[in-house]
Structure formats: C-alpha cells, structure tokens
C-alpha cells in the first residue's frame, strides 16, 4: 500500500481520492507486482486514509531514523565531506490540524516543517512536521543532534558542515556544532552594533561606486562579534553593496576557515538551490497536502511524498551526465517520461506494452527503461 501511495504522489496523483480511479490501472498494479489485467485491485480511498492513521509517534521516529539510513546508503563510497542545508517552509492548513499556528510573517495558519537536503547531491536526509512558528535555539539542537548523531554512527570520520539562514544561528545550536566539531554558516540579522561595526565599509563601497567601479560595489569584512544572549565571540563576516538603492549590509555567523568574499558568495550563497530542493518537494509532489487531523498522520505522509521525491531524484540520476533530462525538475521528468499513454495487454506468458509511435521522448525513454532493467532487484 505504502509503495502504491509514493507511485502515485510521483505520478502526480497526491490526493487519496486517486486511489479509487486508479485502484484498477494496469500501470499500477504491474508496479507494485500484480497482473494487469486478471490481477486483484489496488487499495481504495478508505484503505490508504487508515493507513495514514495508523503509525504512532515511535513508528514514525524509526522511520525517520530509516530515512537518515537511506540517505547513508545512497552513497556507493564514504563521502569526504557533505553539506546540510537546514530550511523551513510555510505549510498552509484550512482546518483544525493539530501543531497548527497562526503566523503573523505568512499571515496564515500554518505547519512550518524543517527540511533537511544535502546541498552537492540534493538527496533528502530529514523532513520533519512542526507548528508553524520560528523554531528556537533547543528545537534546533534537537534536530541536528538527531540526524547528525545517526549520519556520525554511520560515517565517524565524515566532514560535516550545516548551512542555514538566520533564525537558524542559534547560540545553543552554534555550541552544540563547535562542541561536536561540525562546520556552520549561518546567516545573522543585523542591529544597529553590526553596522557600526561595517560603517568604514559601507563608507568605501559608497565611495567606490561614485568613483566608478560599477554600479554596485561590494566589499567585505570581517570581525569577532558576541551578541548578548551568546557566552562566546564568534567570526562574523560582512558584505557590504552600495548600489542605486542605497547601501545594503548582510552579515554570516561561521566556524570555517576561508577569505570572507569566498565564503560569501561560494558557500553561503550557494544556500539558495535549498530553496529549488523544497520547492521540488513541496510543489511538484504536493507535499503540502496534509490535511489530515492527526499530527503523525500528516507526518506519515510526509515521509510518503518523500518516497516520491527518492523515485525521482533515483529515476533523474540515471541519465547520463551530458543529458538535458539530468537538469530537468521533477514536474517535467513527469510529464514527458511517466505520463505517457500506452496499452497493456496481458497473455498466458507474456505482458505486452505497446507504446505510441509518435512519441516525441522515445530516446530517453527507451534509455531509462534499459538503465533500469539492469538495475539489481
């Protein structure tokens, strides 16, 4: 049931209703290891709705332990060093859902569930169901001890760094990564401290751009800042951009070594593709359908819309490097190489697929399915 719910989401179909118009597709119940045509029908809309309720807090915690293994196994050698972006996203609620909260930044009642992507592979490691309000300090240790003790068990020796926006750069969470010897950067707001300390900067860059340089000048900094609520000083490093706007100052919080302008725009900056990772999970597989009244129920079938999202990103590495289907979001793989019309005709011996000849995409088709039936079982 569990494999014919992710199929589905992955299809497109993300709402349980799907499950009574296709309880009897062929397509389907050749995937999950049925005949097509004499074989028994799949689940209905009532089944897969219990099947949702069912699991409770501890299933869902040793399937979220399961997820974080999946990720480990996903690795053909130990990798040197890997990269976790951590990020939040605005889960929109129309009813009476347990953890739902009204927040005042999305104006919307709302789930905020923390995602957790692995940044040079996009391989999902954790997503995790919460209410919709900024998480604070001990939530975010909480989570990262979590799912990097289980990645450490796995890989002691692995290179480890966690990058995140600004309500991530938790004093509890920055000691927490400096006591286990993990790398962060995370970005820090700013107060009216930080831009004295840029001004000299901001001066510069201004002067820059009316000597002109461009018409945005950046330059960079960087100094040992301790905000109040921190019991230690920590490496801060500024950029500073006078553009026609005025002058713009963002400011990072990290424990990595490296120049300021590097570790700015080449790793700090590269946090934006975890926004395309979500938008992936969240638009194109409709992770944001948890309509459901219970809180492990909507948890549950965010781990099933993450099963999805592993078919893809499986399905998507299996091209060739060079091949425009390895750049392509998971909205068009689906459309082109999985929605596609055909007949299936089961006989004594044989299943026969006849698919239409005019397909446009037959090339790449015809080199997914060989890729994959070399796959082992």
């Not at 299809?11 to 999950?32: E, I, Q, R, T």
Request: charged letters at 25%.
């Amino acid at each position: 049931m569990i494999r014919y719910r992710a199929l589905l989401i992955a299809a497109g179909y993300p709402d349980g209703n799907d499950c009574d118009a296709l309880k009897s597709d062929p397509a389907f119940k050749m995937a999950v290891g049925r005949l097509p045509e004499s074989g028994a029908d799949l689940c209905s809309q009532p089944t897969i709705s219990r099947l949702e309720n069912l699991p409770g807090p501890v299933a869902l915690k040793r399937m979220m332990a399961a997820m974080v293994e999946l990720f480990c196994d996903s690795f053909v050698q130990v990798p040197r060093r890997i990269v976790l972006d951590i990020d939040d996203t605005e889960d929109r609620v129309h009813g009476g859902q347990q953890l739902a909260l009204f927040n005042a930044y999305y104006d919307s009642r709302c789930f905020q569930p923390i995602h957790i992507y692995e940044a040079t592979t996009g391989k999902p490691v954790a997503i995790i169901l919460r209410p919709g309000k900024t998480p604070d300090g001990a939530e975010v240790t909480l989570v990262l001890r979590h799912v990097i003790g289980h990645i450490r068990a796995r890989w002691p020796a692995v290179d480890i760094v966690v990058r995140g926006d600004s309500h991530y750069a938790r004093p509890e969470a920055m000691a927490w990564c400096e006591r286990q010897r993990i790398g962060y950067i995370f970005g820090l707001a700013g107060n009216p401290v930080l831009l004295r300390w840029v001004s000299d900067l901001a001066e510069d860059a201004a002067l820059g751009r009316v000597g002109g340089e461009g018409d945005k000048v950046r330059r960079y900094g960087e100094f040992h800042y301790a905000a109040k609520s921190w019991k230690v000083e920590r490496r801060v490093i500024a950029r500073v951009e006078a553009g026609p706007q005025g002058a713009d100052s963002r400011f990072i919080v990290t424990n990595l070594p490296g120049l300021p302008k590097s570790l700015y725009e080449k790793v700090y900056c590269a946090r934006g593709q975890a926004e395309n990772l979500i938008k992936a999970h969240k638009l194109h597989l409709a992770s944001d359908r948890t309509s459901c009244t219970k809180a492990t129920a909507n948890q549950f079938r965010l781990l099933i819309h993450t099963a999805a999202y592993w078919l893809l990103l499986s399905l998507r590495g299996l091209v060739p490097r060079t091949s425009f289907w390895r750049d392509a979001q998971f909205d068009t793989i689906r459309l082109c190489l999985i929605k596609v019309a055909g007949r299936v005709t089961e006989m004594v011996t044989r299943i026969k697929i006849a698919l239409p000849t005019a397909y446009p995409y037959q090339i790449g088709f015809a080199m997914l399915a060989g890729r994959i039936a070399k796959l082992p079982p």
